[in-house]
């Protein structure tokens, strides 16, 4: 750029400078008036970013430079309060087209006015579309980085809302405070659940099963991790989550879901000890949870109904068998349909184990204790439970 050049485009940043005001003024109002999140906004709030921004493109545009490290930061700092400020990334992109737009009129009549070459003009054109390529870069990055940072934060909200009500962390009136930030009403019962991830189950079909994540429509609870299960609330249970292991407590309000999550929590362990799936609630899992939790009762029941039989392929048969027959009502056609066996096979089985354990399956009490070791028993036959 010859002597003469750089001159002529110090006057005409000079009068775009001299032009700063006016121009912001113009610029609010069309932001205001074409982009309603702009209008949402007082004009505090946005005319200092005009001006400023319209000054760090003139500095570089005048010296015919890049812009340095410190000025591409601020930029950065640029999009982050704009995201702070809840202003969409596309409305902000949009805002500042409008303002370039704007600005390449005014630089091109300010040309004008200077008798500019027509090459000198499209020379600081090319300029202005670097400059502003670089602008444009640096605060959408910015404005990316605030806005993952925001939805951590929120994140981080949700998921101390949702550990507080189902833990007891938060009072009654902490959680009446802050249900309808969530869209919740305190005073609807809502079903606690806590649910297991797998490999064919993630976290994210867990959440859609349940109805955390709705097609299209609303979603009707909260959820959080907790201890790598997905726990949380919602207000209506579906029938769709029969391919995942869910425990589900007696429906309550908020501020009362913590016994309900305690007891989720044990239907859960249970079901998923079980080898069970479906939605399951500690009533309908029935003796199952005590089995799993009372370890001295369980061991004390093996020894007396299960060991006299031995560890043998004959004594797995007949113990089989005899936890077929105590589950079918102690029908032993029914018994031997399941088995693919003659009903005589079945009769043995049980008659012979009722001699080896010196009890009698008749006996009601008797039968519920065998049961009880056989269902014992089980928990060792799961992977991940020898």
């Not at 809302?161 to 902490?174: C, D, E, H, N, S």
């Not at 305190?186 to 859609?208: C, G, I, L, N």
């Not at 056989?374 to 992977?383: K, N």
């Amino acid at each position: 750029m010859t002597t003469r050049g750089r001159a002529r485009r110090r006057r005409l940043v000079a009068a775009l400078a001299a032009d700063a005001d006016p121009f912001g003024e113009r610029i609010l109002t069309r932001l205001r008036a074409e982009i309603p999140v702009y209008g949402e906004r007082g004009a505090d709030d946005l005319l200092p970013a005009i001006l400023t921004s319209r000054a760090w493109i003139l500095e570089p545009l005048e010296e015919g430079r890049a812009f340095t490290a410190a000025e591409l930061e601020a930029f950065s700092s640029y999009g982050e309060v704009r995201a702070r400020q809840g202003i969409p990334a596309e409305d902000m992109l949009r805002a500042w087209r409008l303002s370039i737009r704007e600005f390449f009129d005014d630089m091109v009549d300010a040309g004008r006015a200077l008798r500019m070459a027509d090459g000198a003009l499209l020379e600081l054109t090319r300029d202005l579309l670097a400059t502003t390529d670089a602008a444009i870069l640096a605060f959408s990055q910015g404005h990316h980085r605030a806005e993952m940072e925001l939805a951590r934060q929120e994140e981080h909200r949700r998921t101390d809302f949702v550990r507080g009500v189902l833990l007891a962390g938060l009072g009654a009136t902490a959680i009446r405070q802050q249900a309808p930030r969530y869209g919740l009403d305190p005073d609807r019962e809502y079903y606690a659940v806590r649910a297991r991830p797998a490999a064919e189950t993630p976290m994210t079909v867990v959440e859609r099963l349940l109805g955390f994540r709705a097609h299209g429509g609303p979603a009707h609870g909260m959820v959080a991790l907790v201890d790598g299960d997905v726990a949380g609330f919602v207000d209506r249970m579906t029938a769709d989550a029969t391919s995942a292991v869910v425990g589900v407590g007696a429906p309550a309000r908020l501020d009362r879901l913590a016994p309900a999550f305690h007891r989720a929590t044990r239907a859960l362990a249970t079901a998923t000890a079980f080898g069970l799936t479906g939605v399951h609630d500690l009533g309908g899992l029935g003796v199952l949870p005590a089995v799993l939790a009372d370890v001295d009762v369980s061991d004390e029941l093996a020894r007396r109904y299960l060991r006299p039989l031995g560890d043998g392929e004959a004594a797995r048969s007949i113990l089989d068998t005899v936890r077929r027959y105590l589950s079918s009502g102690r029908r032993a056609d029914v018994t031997a349909r399941e088995m693919s066996v003659h009903h005589n096979t079945v009769r043995y089985r049980v008659r012979r184990y009722e001699e080896l354990a010196e009890v009698d399956l008749r006996d009601p009490d008797r039968a519920l204790e065998v049961w009880w070791a056989l269902q014992h028993a089980r928990l060792g036959e799961r992977p991940g439970r020898r």
